[in-house]
T-cell receptor, first 113, second 110 residues
Framework: EAGVAQSPRYKIIEKRQSVAFWCNPISGHATLYWYQQILGQGPKLLIQFQNNGVVDDSQLPKDRFSAERLKGVDSTLKIQPAKLEDSAVYLC???????????FGPGTRLLVL | KNEVEQSPQNLTAQEGEFITINCSYSVGISALHWLQQHPGGGIVSLFMLSSGKKKHGRLIATINIQEKHSSLHITASHPRDSAVYICAVRSPNSGYALNFGKGTSLLVTP
């Protein structure tokens, strides 16, 4: 069974630029999560989708971050414009249903200069 | 103050030693997760607990709901166990979201 795929693996941008990350969850998984993990911290949930609907985006900085899962399968997370403090690993995870075991992708490491 | 506290923050052990990592939380929970994160970022879910004890190979996870405390034990530790171990809780108050601790960085030396 293929795992959660993410791309790119690494991205370096300058502040005020835009960046987008892509996630393809495990086939059949209805729930998809985007997390931000700053160095030395645990992951922080940015947004959770159930199929193509948003379940929780309370910690998503909506002035600069957006995410979509239009067809209920893969998802994109965008930052526009990026700030220095957005430097982090962005992790995507999926689960068969909400509150079941989450399977994590390898993450995208973002560096904002 | 984070709702999930882990100790120790860093741990170095010699191969073969018995290792314990602790997690304390301050809210009522519906489930507690232990996860392993290797260098490079990949996270693997080890256990999901709501009571008692679970064992998988050399890993044992226990939880005491009354004391709001969980431990992850590694028996006969091996250098390949070197990773960051993260505790996360799911609270009815936070809906479906997991609240993560900062992680315990474990290094097992030969």
């Amino acid at each position: 069974e293929a795992g959660v795929a993410q791309s790119p693996r690494y991205k370096i941008i300058e502040k005020r630029q835009s960046v987008a990350f892509w996630c393809n969850p495990i086939s059949g998984h209805a729930t998809l999560y985007w997390y931000q993990q700053i160095l030395g911290q645990g992951p922080k949930l940015l947004i959770q989708f159930q199929n193509n609907g948003v379940v929780d985006d309370s910690q998503l900085p909506k002035d600069r971050f957006s995410a979509e899962r239009l067809k209920g399968v893969d998802s994109t997370l965008k930052i526009q414009p990026a700030k220095l403090e957005d430097s982090a690993v962005y992790l995507c995870a999926s689960s068969l249903r909400t509150r079941e075991t989450q399977y994590f992708g390898p993450g995208t490491r973002l560096l904002v200069l | 103050k984070n709702e999930v506290e882990q100790s120790p923050q860093n741990l170095t052990a010699q191969e073969g030693e018995f290792i314990t990592i602790n997690c304390s939380y301050s809210v009522g929970i519906s489930a507690l997760h232990w996860l392993q994160q290797h260098p490079g970022g990949g996270i693997v879910s080890l256990f999901m607990l709501s009571s008692g004890k679970k064992k998988h190979g050399r890993l044992i996870a226990t939880i005491n709901i009354q004391e709001k405390h969980s431990s992850l034990h590694i028996t006969a530790s091996h250098p390949r166990d070197s990773a960051v171990y993260i505790c996360a809780v799911r609270s009815p108050n936070s809906g479906y979201a997991l609240n993560f601790g900062k992680g315990t960085s474990l290094l097992v030396t030969p």
